[in-house]
């Protein structure tokens, strides 16, 4: 599967989001701090930094220096707590800096809060789910709303409201999502599928490698087996979903039941060429053995 990078921002949105974080002009001063003095945010939602990248970054610095200055709260210790940029601060270090450029901002514990998961939101490593967690530790620990969530990270509401959806699916979607097995697309597709059928389709996304595309097929097809009928409103046993779950672990999905109104019925067993019919045969006779 393509590993999710981020938000999929543009330069305008990713300048915009960290315009919130920053503010330099007119609440910040920039300052040249002993690197020693500095200490990382306790709450910072980034508790892992790459090796190989931040070794990256330290090279860079050391060559270029650092490009955009970090900004911190003093405390009343004389320390300063980073605010945002604790990879920067870590790779000037790992560079052998002394100093580093820094802004110099007053915010309270809720806005140091608030700045440092904004800030983690803009990685660009970030999975789905990460961003989706992290837009609802926003809203939950901050006390905003999600059109003032939208406003701090740069994007539209609505690109907002489907991570948060997220939050709402079945735990084998969120542990697929987490585990870069599935995309966001995966997963805009399989909600549109029945709560009891999402985890059987995750399980044959991975097992089969099923593209986006693939997905939203299966889903509309398993869309297509009825759960009422027309005529009286009946709800079907649920043995009838059990019924195709059980025929496509052998037959594949294309299996659809038909019911008449006089409570007869066909079962279906869709296939694409010949070959299918052999490999239809073929289970047959490995079940009668």
């Given at each position: 599967?393509?590993?999710?990078?981020?938000?999929?921002?543009?330069?305008?949105?990713?300048?915009?989001a960290e315009?919130?974080?920053?503010?330099?002009?007119?609440?910040?001063?920039?300052?040249?701090?002993?690197?020693?003095?500095?200490?990382?945010?306790?709450?910072?939602?980034?508790?892992?930094?790459?090796?190989?990248?931040?070794?990256?970054?330290?090279?860079?610095?050391?060559?270029?220096?650092?490009?955009?200055?970090?900004?911190?709260?003093?405390?009343?210790?004389?320390?300063?707590?980073?605010?945002?940029?604790?990879?920067?601060?870590?790779?000037?270090?790992?560079?052998?800096?002394?100093?580093?450029?820094?802004?110099?901002?007053?915010?309270?514990?809720?806005?140091?809060?608030?700045?440092?998961?904004?800030?983690?939101?803009?990685?660009?490593?970030?999975?789905?789910?990460?961003?989706?967690?992290?837009?609802?530790?926003?809203?939950?620990?901050?006390?905003?709303?999600?059109?003032?969530?939208?406003?701090?990270?740069?994007?539209?509401?609505?690109?907002?409201?489907?991570y948060l959806?997220?939050?709402q699916m079945?735990?084998?979607?969120?542990?697929?999502?987490?585990?870069?097995?599935?995309?966001?697309?995966?997963?805009?597709?399989?909600?549109?599928?029945?709560?009891?059928?999402?985890?059987?389709?995750?399980?044959?996304?991975?097992?089969?490698?099923?593209?986006?595309?693939?997905?939203?097929?299966?889903?509309?097809?398993?869309?297509?087996?009825?759960?009422?009928?027309?005529?009286?409103?009946?709800?079907?046993?649920?043995?009838?979903?059990?019924?195709?779950?059980?025929?496509?672990?052998?037959?594949?999905?294309?299996?659809?039941?038909?019911?008449?109104?006089?409570?007869?019925?066909?079962?279906?067993?869709?296939?694409?060429?010949?070959?299918?019919?052999?490999?239809?045969?073929?289970?047959?006779?490995?079940?009668?053995?």
């Amino acid at each position: 599967m393509k590993k999710h990078t981020g938000l999929g921002r543009g330069l305008g949105a990713i300048l915009e989001a960290e315009n919130y974080i920053e503010e330099i002009a007119s609440v910040s001063r920039l300052e040249e701090l002993d690197v020693e003095s500095i200490i990382p945010n306790p709450k910072q939602p980034r508790t892992v930094f790459n090796d190989d990248a931040l070794e990256e970054l330290a090279d860079s610095i050391s060559t270029l220096g650092l490009i955009q200055p970090i900004t911190v709260r003093k405390e009343a210790n004389g320390r300063y707590i980073i605010i945002s940029g604790e990879r920067r601060w870590r790779a000037t270090k790992l560079a052998g800096k002394k100093t580093i450029a820094a802004y110099i901002r007053e915010a309270d514990d809720k806005e140091l809060h608030e700045m440092a998961l904004v800030e983690n939101i803009q990685r660009q490593d970030l999975n789905a789910m990460e961003i989706a967690i992290s837009l609802q530790r926003l809203i939950d620990e901050c006390g905003i709303t999600q059109e003032m969530v939208a406003q701090r990270v740069g994007k539209k509401r609505s690109t907002v409201a489907n991570y948060l959806r997220l939050m709402q699916m079945c735990p084998e979607v969120q542990a697929a999502l987490k585990a870069d097995q599935i995309t966001m697309g995966h997963a805009k597709a399989i909600a549109g599928a029945p709560e009891e059928n999402q985890p059987s389709i995750v399980k044959k996304i991975l097992k089969k490698g099923l593209s986006v595309r693939a997905t939203e097929d299966l889903v509309r097809k398993l869309s297509t087996i009825p759960t009422k009928r027309e005529e009286s409103g009946e709800e079907f046993p649920e043995i009838y979903t059990r019924a195709v779950e059980q025929l496509s672990r052998l037959f594949g999905e294309d299996i659809k039941i038909k019911r008449s109104g006089d409570g007869s019925g066909k079962i279906i067993i869709g296939f694409a060429h010949d070959g299918d019919i052999s490999t239809i045969v073929e289970r047959l006779e490995k079940i009668k053995n």
